[in-house]
């Protein structure tokens, strides 16, 4: 890091450590996630012309206060977070040597309204994780079949009455998705298109009764994977 890059850090701690003692509300999720990024850009590493290594390991430190809070989200927060760093490596052409991982933990020495991310970059196994995107709630696929619909039985619901109880069913092997329509009264559209069966690829837009699920599938870390972290440096937000 430059003499530049460390004088913008450092005043960026000093303006948003004022801001901390004026408004006591606490941390709001936004700002974790731009720490998050602004993490990326600073630790990212060029190796080659085509291949810009970025850390993969995250810890958010957190005031208690502000991680009871930000625990209070649930997957919700998290899963956000995930696809922040996920888009936000996309965008500027970064890689992993490794399965993402992101968690939130309690630090006494954290004031209110701050937070510092500690980062690394480990390689190991990938687990490749589907998942589905809806209206800003990530559900995990299973192996096997995923119900649609707007029945309570199915495994995600969907608002509306366009949707049919039991609408459509995501089907997955373990390394291959498909989308079945259930003979649902207004159909199913897959890129725009309506489908009675198709394949997925990666990014796919479906489309039910006026909602948009995305399919994608996301590197994640196994459990495993994080025993040794040791931080190689502290970014503060």
Known sequence: MGILDRLERGLE???NGAFAKTFRSGLQPVEITAALKRELDTRAQVVTRDRILA????????????????SSHGSALTD????VVERHAQQQGYQFTGGLSIKL???????????EIESRSVQGQVVWTPVLDVDGERFHLRVGSTTIGRGAEADITLAGSGASRRHAEVVWD??????????????TLL????????????????EIAGQRLIFRVVPQAPPSDETGFIPSQRGRQ
């Open 13 to 15: 701690r000093l303006f």
């Open 105 to 115: 933990l309690e630090d006494d020495s954290i004031s209110v309204g701050r937070c």
């Open 191 to 206: 890129a725009g298109r309506r489908v009675s069966r198709a394949t997925l690829e990666p990014d796919a837009v479906i």
């Open 174 to 187: 373990g390394q291959r998705a498909g989308i079945r329509d259930l003979g649902s009264t207004n159909g």
């Open 55 to 70: 850390p993969n390991r995250f810890h958010v430190l957190l005031n208690p206060a502000d991680y009871e809070r930000m």
């Open 80 to 83: 956000e977070l995930y696809r």
